[in-house]
């Protein structure tokens, strides 16, 4: 319900002289005067557009001077009841009484809602939308057309009179200008009609005058002021704001000689958008500015607004709502130094603030290009003191919950990445890394995946933004691909702004961006360029507070120089002020300028020369300050202020810092710290040193710290010393003494890199390192040389570069003195040879490594060889219990890498020799038994549980159960520690191998996934997606839904291709298969596999039986499932879950083939899943019950039949085993149809095609559709 309004209609001539009066009783209150001028501004703009919108013409009835003239008009003056508003804001609309048409001026009610009542009080401006009664005529001439018959010239001159009096409330001095508006004296040149002059003698009188400190004389002394100027500045003697006049003045140069001169108006629509312009920003625009005769004045940018680029805005707004909604997106946005990209990202942070959202920013400088992760985990670092700052006890209490339960055990992975999660509990405080505990690129990766799975949703979307990520190389792109391209519940919109001018076509940035595509990311591309004329006009015109009409000349010269670059525009600018062609007349109280000399003076139109020109005329100790935070790249911490203060050089460091904010050229950066106020300025800066000094100065920079900061903790100040000392490296050639100094740093600073999970980092250091020692260093440098070709390794690893780690791992291997110095690098060449898929290689190097332990290995273990070593064994082994596990003593260091070596040719050998795992399963748990039990003993534990529970040889599944859970409750008990680089190894052998036996398939797949995350997290790929193979395996197995797994499967293959993990996604692209086929009828089209990748025989053999016997093809099925059951080794995983399906297939085809082998394979099935039920119910009854129900009905025990077919569905029901519910109600409903009980077949008919619904096989339900109709025919 609308407010009612008190509105009335007051004639013009008498609403001024009640203006006037308040006028002049406020004459001391600042601000009530401007309230006036606002309302006075209101009704111009009123009777603007009312004369613009009417008919241009004269209707025959009043001529012109009629209908332009104060008595035709009345204001509609009206104040809503019970609603806010302010003394200026009461003028309602205007009536034009000669042709009876009201105007009505609203302000848009949405306005209200976007300021603050504190704001609407401080804020004068308006918004005003006018509308017309009656409208415009049909015919008439459309808002906006000029006309040419020389009525709007007459008639702006005639609203200059009607103008005056309005502000003035006296009448227009016709005696003075009448004349002059007739066309008398009219061989004057017009006004700001610029005379050309030679600029050399104009430019002089320019400097002469201002050198006088006569700061508001003419540039131009050959111009004269006109009669209309004159008249403009007796109106603001009168106390008129200079706009105003200025309005009326231009108003009445309307038409002189008929020419449109200088600034004078040629339409009122060109005036209505100028009065709409004063009412906009009145105090831009229409007051006077208050400026003391010595006061300093500036040009009064609107720094916060983007001109120009609404588009852009839209394009980035658009993609955050769409992240808000739940999945990530990225924009890469090129442009030159100086376009504004930076500023157009950070214009959308309020808005990610408002809906809660986090905003991460980290700037690149071709400085920090020497440590490009550090980029990317400062910006997540920030997030933990955001989530700090904005959320109370309670809610951090539950991010911490949550982060505790993604990251178990893990949780030192994060404290050692982001010291700032330690801000969210005090349970993330981490004095140190665990021992033996390595991240690697891979892990760092997953780490932070999974961190912003965690702390990212629609709720608390991140906003990523990355600038000049030119400066970037692929590691660091690759970690935020692996971020953004999460399908699990990362919630991420990525920013990078880049130079694209500075980059060339082979840059990681496109290669960037085609990895986000391939991933399905949402990803935009666009570029920046100048802005267009009008929008750097309308950026002018805001700055000097001038119409954009007066603007326009000066803006299409600085276009001409800038190109529109906005950076520059503002450099450019200010070199005008500086050099005096662009100044502000306290006379005129308006800034002014020669059009002329500006236009023919050699003005550089390169931005880099304007800064240069600007920086060389500053005083030497300040261009210093600049050059040495130049050095640092375009921020500098307040810690290395702090140690710069302390040398002698630079005790007066703060002191020059404060000139430098003065000055504008650096500014506080939020943290204490100080940064450049735009890349330009910090080049600038930069080349203040000649070229051939740089080196030079960062040395000696370099040196001068490192003096300082000796002994000291120093934190990251410690990379800036090294990379200030390494740019100067030149300079030490012929100093032995100081190169090896300088090694030793750059170890120093690469460790520091490497615990800090920084590997990029720490590899340019080592570089340097090695780069440093002298030609016999091995002989001279034994130890130094032996530590850091192993951080050199360790680094190389860390960071994928593998073929880099082995041979510096080789190198320590040749030249250490005796095999003790060898056995870390031994260790970890073993691991680089798995991870290179070298398993021969691997496996030989442990195994010559055990001999010269002492260890004597056979060449070849048998069937009965392992019988008597497993009989030995158990006895060893004897009734072991958690209790005397946890009291078992802890092994010495030489057993301990003989188990360290045992453990990886296990590993090996399940895989490679597979004949051989027994041999060395039993010798690591008869090692451990005798001489004490280490992390790498609880592999081989499991080894030999997996043994008892899967080879028929000594099968023994009671006890490899019973052993497997002491194992994994030793683990929890975190006897040694986390354990976290075996965590997705041991949850492969239990979980994979062992614990389906005795624990339900859903807890196995729990545990699986977790072992996939821990792997990622320790850069355990192997073992990772071994788990996610038997998870996706047990997920099928136990009737998760297929439309749910499919797409976990496609998880799993991203995951797989991003690590290049080729063997492990050939045989994940066969389960992908298997559900795609058991989802749908339709073609499948196998995606590429990777030349190299092997299948094995019996992976095929287990996905052909799966499929063949849903979609009952009995035959196949039975080829298929035979291969698996006739196979001795290698395929034990396969046999429990294939037997059940290959018995219930048998049962078809035995109606096809009849033969005793045929017959006794349900029986010997179903003795199997009753000892397997023995020891799990959950898994194993259901089976049980079904083969029963199958075999009752196969030999006529119909009622036998019908009570196991009903327990068979009631215990896959209590397992949740939903395919094979489906199952049994199928079989019970063919059961059923065979004995003639059509309805009792029809209904389970039914439940077995709501079950496989549910299960999310179509080709399932369509089958069972097809039985349904061929019984209702």
């Avoid at 005056?164 to 007739?182: A, G, K, M, W």
């Avoid at 996706?1032 to 976990?1048: P, T």
Wanted: proline share 3%.
């Amino acid at each position: 319900m609308m407010a009612e309004s008190t509105d009335s209609l007051v004639p013009l001539r008498s609403w001024i002289k009640d203006e006037a009066k308040k006028l002049n009783n406020c004459q001391n209150d600042r601000r009530k005067k401007k309230e006036v001028i606002v309302r006075l501004t209101t009704v111009a703009y009123g009777i603007a557009e009312i004369l613009k919108l009417v008919n241009s013409r004269p209707n025959g009835k009043h001529s012109l001077e009629e209908e332009v003239q104060i008595d035709n008009f009345c204001v509609h003056v009206g104040r809503e009841a019970d609603s806010f508003q302010h003394p200026w804001d009461d003028i309602n609309g205007i009536r034009m009484i000669s042709t009876g048409s009201s105007l009505t001026m609203l302000e848009p009610s949405y306005l209200s809602c976007l300021l603050s009542e504190e704001e609407k009080d401080g804020q004068m401006g308006r918004y005003l939308e006018v509308e017309l009664e009656p409208s415009i005529v049909e015919g008439s001439p459309s808002e906006g057309t000029v006309s040419t018959d020389g009525n709007d010239n007459r008639r702006c001159q005639l609203f200059a009179r009607l103008l005056y009096e309005l502000f003035s409330h006296q009448p227009f001095p016709d005696e003075d200008v009448c004349t002059r508006i007739n066309g008398d004296n009219c061989s004057r040149e017009p006004a700001h009609k610029k005379t050309k002059v030679d600029h050399l003698s104009s430019r002089k009188e320019l400097m002469l005058s201002r050198a006088r400190g006569d700061f508001d004389n003419k540039a131009d002394s050959t111009q004269t002021d006109s009669t209309f100027q004159v008249f403009a500045r007796k109106m603001q003697e009168l106390g008129i704001p200079v706009s105003i006049c200025l309005m009326t003045q231009n108003l009445l140069e309307s038409g002189l000689n008929g020419d449109k001169a200088g600034d004078a108006y040629n339409s009122l629509r060109v005036l209505s958008e100028d009065l709409h312009l004063l009412l906009l920003d009145p105090e831009r625009f229409l007051f006077d500015k208050e400026v003391g005769e010595h006061d300093n004045t500036d040009l009064l940018y609107r720094k916060e607004k983007l001109y120009g680029r609404d588009r852009e805005e839209s394009l980035i707004t658009d993609a955050f709502c769409r992240v808000s909604r739940g999945k990530s997106e990225a924009i890469l946005i090129g442009g030159f130094s100086g376009s504004g990209k930076s500023k157009l990202v950070n214009s959308l942070r309020d808005r990610v603030d408002a809906v809660g959202g986090y905003v991460l920013t980290y700037k690149y400088d071709d400085i920090s290009k020497e440590k490009p992760l550090f980029g990317v985990v400062s910006a997540l670092n920030q997030l933990c003191a955001i989530i700090k700052e904005r959320n109370t006890s309670k809610g951090l209490l539950a991010i911490t919950n949550k982060l505790k339960n993604a990251f178990g055990d893990d949780y030192w992975l994060l404290a050692s990445l982001l010291p700032n999660i330690s801000l969210l509990s005090f349970d993330f405080i981490v004095n140190e890394k665990p021992a033996s505990e390595t991240i690697n690129l891979r892990s760092l990766c997953c780490t932070l995946v999974r961190f912003v799975r965690v702390l990212s949703s629609p709720v608390h979307p991140i906003m990523l933004f990355l600038d000049d990520v030119q400066w970037a190389d692929d590691t660091a792109l690759d970690v935020i691909h692996s971020i953004i391209s999460d399908t699990r519940g990362s919630c991420m919109f990525f920013v990078g702004t880049y130079r694209d001018n500075e980059v060339l076509s082979n840059h990681a940035i496109y290669n960037f961006v085609e990895k986000l595509e391939a991933s399905n990311v949402p990803t935009k591309k666009f570029s920046l360029t100048g802005l267009n004329q009008e929008d750097l006009n309308t950026m002018i015109s805001d700055a000097l507070c001038l119409y954009p009409r007066i603007c326009k000349p000066l803006s299409d010269i600085v276009f001409q120089k800038t190109k529109g670059n906005p950076f520059f525009v503002l450099e450019f600018m200010q070199s005008l002020c500086t050099r005096g062609l662009l100044w502000y007349n306290r006379q005129q109280k308006r800034w002014v300028w020669n059009e002329s000399i500006i236009r023919s003076e050699e003005i550089t139109d390169n931005v880099k020369y304007l800064l240069a020109s600007k920086l060389n005329g500053l005083p030497g100790n300040l261009q210093g300050v600049l050059k040495v935070l130049a050095c640092f790249g375009t921020s500098t911490s307040e810690q290395l202020i702090g140690y710069l203060s302390e040398t002698i050089e630079y005790s007066a460091i703060r002191k020059q810092l404060d000139d430098a904010i003065s000055g504008g050229f650096i500014e506080k950066d939020g943290k204490g710290g100080f940064k450049f106020v735009h890349d330009k300025v910090r080049e600038a800066a930069y080349n203040l040193i000649p070229t051939s000094d740089k080196n030079q100065f960062h040395y000696d920079l370099g040196k001068l710290l490192h003096a300082t900061c000796k002994g000291k903790e120093v934190g990251d100040v410690q990379f800036v010393i090294v990379s200030q000392i390494n740019r100067g490296l030149q300079l030490i050639e012929s100093h032995p003494s100081l190169r090896m100094e300088i090694a030793e740093l750059n170890m120093k600073a690469g460790n520091v890199g490497l615990d800090r999970s920084d590997f990029v980092t720490a590899n340019s250091y080592f570089s340097v390192s090695l780069s440093l020692l002298p030609e016999d260093h091995w002989n001279s440098m034994y130890t130094f040389c032996r530590s850091l070709y192993f951080s050199v390794a360790k680094a190389a690893y860390s960071s994928a570069n593998l073929e880099k780690a082995q041979k510096a791992l080789q190198k320590i291997i040749d030249e250490s003195k005796c095999l003790n110095e060898k056995l870390d690098a031994l260790h970890l060449l073993v691991t680089v040879l798995v991870e290179r898929d070298a398993q021969e290689q691997a496996f030989t190097t442990s195994f010559e490594v055990l001999l010269q332990l002492g260890e004597t290995i056979p060449d070849s273990f048998d069937k009965r060889d392992a019988r008597a070593m497993v009989k030995k064994t158990s006895k060893i082994l004897g009734d072991i219990s958690e209790e005397s596990m946890s009291k078992m003593k802890e092994v010495d260091k030489k057993t301990e890498y003989i188990l360290m070596f045992y453990n990886h040719i296990s590993g090996v050998a399940f895989f490679a020799k597979p004949a051989m795992v027994p041999y060395f399963s039993c010798r690591m748990m008869q090692l451990s038994m005798e001489s004490g039990i280490s992390k790498y003993s609880i592999g081989s534990f499991l080894n030999y549980a997996g043994m008892l529970c899967n080879n028929k040889v000594f099968r023994n599944i009671e006890g490899g159960c019973r052993l497997g859970r002491i194992v994994m409750k030793t683990v929890s008990s975190k006897r040694f520690g986390s354990s976290s680089d075996q965590k997705a190894k041991l949850c492969f052998q239990y979980y994979a191998l062992i614990a389906y036996y005795s624990e339900p398939f859903q807890h196995c797949r729990d545990m699986l996934r977790e072992g996939v995350e821990a792997g990622l997290g320790t850069g355990d790929v192997r073992y990772s997606f071994l788990n996610a193979l038997n998870s996706i395996r047990l997920g099928l197995l136990s009737g998760k839904n297929l439309q749910d797994l499919l797409k976990e499967t496609e998880y799993y293959l991203s995951m797989m291709c991003k690590q290049k993990e080729n063997q492990t996604k050939a045989l994940m692209l066969m389960f992908h298969e298997t559900i795609s086929l058991l989802i749908s009828n339709s073609e499948y089209t196998a995606p590429t596999i990777a030349t190299g990748s092997i299948i094995p025989p019996l992976q095929h053999c287990f996905h052909k039986a799966l499929q063949s016997f849903f979609k009952s093809r009995s035959e196949r099925c039975n080829h298929f499932a035979e291969k698996i059951m006739q196979a001795a080794e290698g395929g034990r995983q396969h046999h429990i879950f294939i037997t059940f399906y290959y018995a219930l297939n048998s049962f078809k085809v035995a109606e096809i083939v009849h033969t005793k082998k045929i017959n006794a394979v349900p029986d010997q099935a179903l003795s199997a899943f009753r000892a397997a039920a023995e020891h799990s119910k959950d898994n194993f009854q259901n089976k049980v019950e079904l083969l029963e129900a199958e075999l009752y009905n196969r030999d006529g025990e119909y009622d036998k039949a019908k009570a196991s077919y009903a327990a068979a569905i009631a215990s896959a029901r209590l397992s949740k085993f939903i395919h094979e519910e489906g199952l049994a109600c199928e079989k019970a409903a063919l059961h059923h149809k065979k004995i003639g009980e059509t309805s009792e077949a029809l209904n389970y008919f039914t439940k077995a095609q709501e079950c496989y619904k549910k299960w999310g096989s179509q080709v399932k339900a369509d089958e069972i559709e097809r039985q349904i109709e061929l019984m209702q025919m």
